[in-house]
């Protein structure tokens, strides 16, 4: 069964920068995307970027644009990590990040396009 575990959570304060790691096991197919999500307290959970696994197509949250990286460890073969690098982080970044994976599209933005999720790692921005 597939699964997904992330890691690279913490606290910073703003302005700073962090690598977010999604390690995806027990799959036999190459899923055809993966994304990362974000959920604040008492707000629903919002894509932050996603990615193709066939060539590292990536898209991204309005709010996050020019500050936030989504990248494969291996893209077109066995996908194995997927990272989101983020800095100048603000207040508003604070949340619970969410690693997603899906194994037939790719695109979408809504929590209900994808299949499978890790357990979430928080990320508290403070100033």
């Known amino acids: 069964q597939e699964q997904l575990v992330e890691s690279g959570g913490g606290s910073v304060q703003v302005g700073g920068s962090l690598r977010l790691s999604c390690t995806v096991s027990?799959?036999?197919?190459?899923?055809?995307?993966m994304a990362w999500f974000r959920q604040a307290p008492g707000q629903e959970r919002k894509v932050v970027a996603g990615?193709?696994?066939?060539?590292?197509?990536?898209?991204?949250?309005d709010s996050v644009k020019g500050r936030v990286t989504i990248s494969l460890d291996n893209p077109e073969n066995m996908v194995n990590t997927v990272f989101l690098q983020m800095n100048s982080l603000k207040t508003e970044d604070t949340a619970t990040y969410y690693c997603a994976a899906d194994w037939y599209s790719c695109g979408g933005r809504s929590p209900q396009d994808f299949k499978t999720w890790g357990q979430g790692t928080q990320v508290t921005v403070s100033s």
């Open positions: 990615i193709y696994t066939h060539g590292g197509s990536a898209y991204y949250a």
């Open positions: 027990g799959y036999r197919h190459n899923p055809n995307c």
